[in-house]
């Protein structure tokens, strides 16, 4: 006959419990429900609609404008990027470090044809921020009645 003995700490600290119920969520919708974006995770990203345009901004700290690509092709939008990894300076070594660094891509399906020959892209401060103005055919138009 086997007996195991577990050691149980006489306190165990309230939150404890929420903790490894935070983790086994985290795991689940990380495993299980969130897309492969290939290891990197990939920018947070804000797509807003108006009248006659639609706004994106990306958040990108650490990329330079000259490692970000912009392109679409019929209504996907896709920013394709680098965020290189940070040199340490010499007998400097890492504790800790969370900041991805790799390659990414985001691609998202727009609502509405494109005036491509207009849109405009700016990147200041690690945010990109990119102005694609709905083609005529998109447009909201006011109907007369006669």
Same mark, same amino acid.
């Given at each position: ?11 165990? #600290?309230?939150?404890? /419990?929420? !903790? ?10 990380? /495993? ?45 939008? !896709?920013?394709?990027? !680098? ?7 010499? /007998? ?40 694609? #103005? ?5 447009? #909201? ?6």
């Amino acid at each position: 006959m086997f007996v195991k003995f577990e050691r149980v700490p006489m306190i165990r #600290p309230v939150w404890d /419990g929420t !903790t490894r119920l935070e983790n086994k969520i985290e795991s689940l919708f990380n /495993g299980f429900l969130a897309p492969d974006f290939g290891g990197l995770r990939p920018p947070a990203m804000d797509l807003v609609e108006r009248q006659n345009e639609t706004h994106v901004v990306m958040e990108l700290p650490g990329v330079q404008k000259e490692d970000v690509k912009i392109s679409l092709m019929e209504d996907l939008l !896709t920013i394709k990027g !680098t965020r290189k990894s940070q040199a340490l300076p010499e /007998g400097a070594k890492w504790i800790r470090s969370e900041r991805q660094n790799g390659e990414f891509s985001r691609t998202v399906q727009l609502p509405h044809p494109v005036k491509t020959d207009s849109i405009s892209a700016e990147m200041t401060n690690g945010v990109l921020r990119i102005v694609l #103005p709905k083609a005529e055919e998109a447009r #909201p138009r006011e109907i007369g009645i006669k």
